[in-house]
């Protein structure tokens, strides 16, 4: 059992392997601040600088924070500049403010923010160009900042749709439905007993707390082959789930008689049918879909009711990335391939899951769907560093949350984009959060 090798994991051997190497991060870059540029250009200034929800910044917060941290990784720490303008610094420290208190904050202006955005790409441009992408140093080898720094633009971009779904006003969003040729699946299959690798320390542009690569030893259970439906959790509401008490934790229970919880977050009951709220658009819920907008309690109290449990996130990883052939651990549930519009619901190219049973390409050895992409997928694990852990390239990213307090996700969702979902991977968040793109599937001991 080996973890599955990627052919820039100790840095570019050649030439062409810089080059190779150089554009892909080029690509990376361009593809996030495209995002970012649709989903920042299609409201008006007004909307930009206005915090639609508490839980979440004034969109243009995110747009001049994504600059920042591009500024102060590639100029100040790849290239070692002076800063471009360090009194804002802290006004997009992440740490120093928390969002519902954002907008009090003497914030760039859109124009402001965008003209600096735009300005430390540039830069950020020529650096990537005259870079070395080898050698000793961390930070730069096998292009991680640039990936890093991709990477977290696109987690951004995603926070930014989130933003998106709370506002209020007519729809601005719109993308082409995912592809509808979902196949009936058994409803569970058995990932047989064993060690397995897990994490990774192969993938180049792997985030700290997806490292080391470590054997796992993961006892055989039965995992559903799809995320749990729309009408599988109706069925759920329906029989009284968010009216009896033992099928919650009790924190669970305490937040549904608190914000008396009926549903899905945007959901609501229209005489005989549910409705939803998707990106300023009410429709009926679509009962073969999987369910979204749930926080950890629902997901826990739903498999309780059905008898089952969430699986552990090493349970969920052995489940994406075996290959019982091989005993490999893939990069992927289809194998080490990067992801393809043919495997995998992802870039926000559909604003919405594909039915249950869909990307019939993207599913794993032994039969698993639908795992990268679609929904982010609760675990019952708490967000815990792995054994030979070591913080980099700050202890902000990752360390600072591991504890009881935080739930892992895993798989990501179509708000993702690939350059930030692997089959390692690793979400997390507080266990009553609900407007982030969440759903689950379920697990049974054997």
Known sequence: MTDSPTPASSGPTDEADTEALRQ????????????????????????LATQHSPLMSPLVW???HIGNQEELWLLRGVAGREAMRPEIDGLYDAFEHPRATRPSLPLLPPAEARAYAAEVRGRALDVLDGTALHGDLPLVRAGFAFGMIAQHEQQHDETMLITHQ???????????LP?????????????????????TSAEPWALDNERPAHVREVPSFLIDTTPVTCGAYQRFIEDGGYTEERWWAPEGWA????????????????????LRRRFGVTEPVPGNEPVLHVSWYEADAYARWAGRRLPSEAEWEKA????????R?????WGDEDPTPERANLGQHHLRPAPAGAYAAGRSPLGVGQLIG??????????????GFSAFPYREYSEVFFGPAHKVLRGGSFAVDPVACRGTFRNWDLPVRRQIFSGFRTARDI
Do not use: K, N
């Not at 994406?320 to 005993?327: K, L, Q």
């Not at 679609?374 to 054994?387: A, G, K, N």
């Open 255 to 274: 937040m549904v008689r608190e914000h008396e919880l009926t549903g899905p977050l945007f959901w609501h009951r229209d005489a005989d049918q549910w």
């Open 166 to 176: 709370l506002r209020s006003g007519p729809a601005v969003l719109t993308a082409p």
């Open 24 to 47: 892909r991060a080029l690509s990376a870059l361009l593809t996030a601040r495209e995002r970012t540029t649709l989903l920042t250009d299609s409201v008006d200034d007004h909307e």
């Open 329 to 333: 651990s893939l990069r992927y549930p």
């Open 374 to 387: 679609d929904v982010w997928e609760w675990t019952s694990s708490d967000f815990l560093p792995y054994p």
């Open 179 to 199: 592809p509808a040729d979902a196949t009936e699946l058994a409803v569970e299959v058995l990932v047989p007993g064993g060690p397995f690798t897990m994490g």
């Open 62 to 64: 995110d747009l001049a």
């Open 320 to 327: 994406a990335r075996h290959d019982p052939s091989s005993g």
